[in-house]
């Protein structure tokens, strides 16, 4: 290679050219690099050597946002469990009105209707002769608790007397001739109204020895009536109780 | 000498101007590579000054060298060390020393031909 160096050019620069190479390839790449940078730089607004540092807080944000949204998944079943709750105590809700408007007629706060019977019940049309007590021509109390208390054993589930429902508070009792039912006066004649089944009631009130038969045999007007459908009224009086409290609760 | 410079102006040029990528993550072994380059070159330079430079040993060491330090690199990674600190340190220190002695040489030149030129007139 010394030998065949040309004469021409003595001194061929062959470091020149290796240098020439080297600092085009050098050149090349610190200039790609540069650019390379200065675009991470304009797109990241950070130095590349902060790659690591950004990685690693990415990758930290990354697991904090899985585990975010675990429980977020988390919340939307306890959302999905209190609404599926929620309707169950609305439909607890629905059930206890149900309750409550069962209750409420069963107590006499509404007006039933049903198939029953309607007992009329007059005092004796025959005229008070001197000596006879008056008494054994009128109707008293007991002889409609009779009926009433017959209607209950024969299965009555509702019933009312001239108007008046007769609930668990009701009393009958009398005052002169006239009677008194839920503390209103009440007079003849007296028209009991009750539903139930119609012929069990008929059948009760008219067996023998039952009172039926005896009002009739003392000479009061007793009619009797089985109807397909007959209506109870609601109770009308006072409903509040100013003395008692359910038992098990404190002063 | 002119050479060198046009091959360095052609380099830059065509590395500002193609749109080579270089993958976010690879940057850190390519800056440690032109690390490497500079002090070859700049090894290139003095050995030209001193007059003993030999082409093989550049270009080998100019290539080998970049390879090493980005190989370097791309092992402190590996190993969750920051390796290329290390080359970073060193080619740093080459290449300050490299720039000492290329100012020395250069020196020694010109002392040399004002003394010429002194001893000429004088």
Redesign the interface.
Known sequence: MTVARPVVRPRL?????????????????????????LE?REHLRIP??R?NELAIRLQKQERRRASLEAAVGELRHQVAVLEREAAERQSGVARMNREVSELRALAGFTPLEGPGVVVEMRDSPRPIEPGDDPNKTILHYTDIHAVINDLWAAGAEAIAINGERIITRTGLNCVGTTILCNTKRIAPPYTIVAIGDPARLLAHLQRPAGPAEILRAFGFPLRLQGLERVTVPAYRGTTQFTIVRPAGEGP | MWLPLIGLLLGILIGLLSPVEIPLGYVKYTAIAILAAIDTILGGVRAQLEARFDLTIFLSGFIINAAFAALLAGLGDLLGLDLYLGAVIAFSIRIFDNVGFIRRDLLDVYFRRVKRARDATG
Do not use: D, H
């Open positions: 620069p062959w470091w020149q050219v290796g240098l020439t190479v080297v600092l085009a390839a050098g050149g090349y790449f610190a200039a790609t690099q540069i650019r390379n940078e991470i590349s050597t790659l």
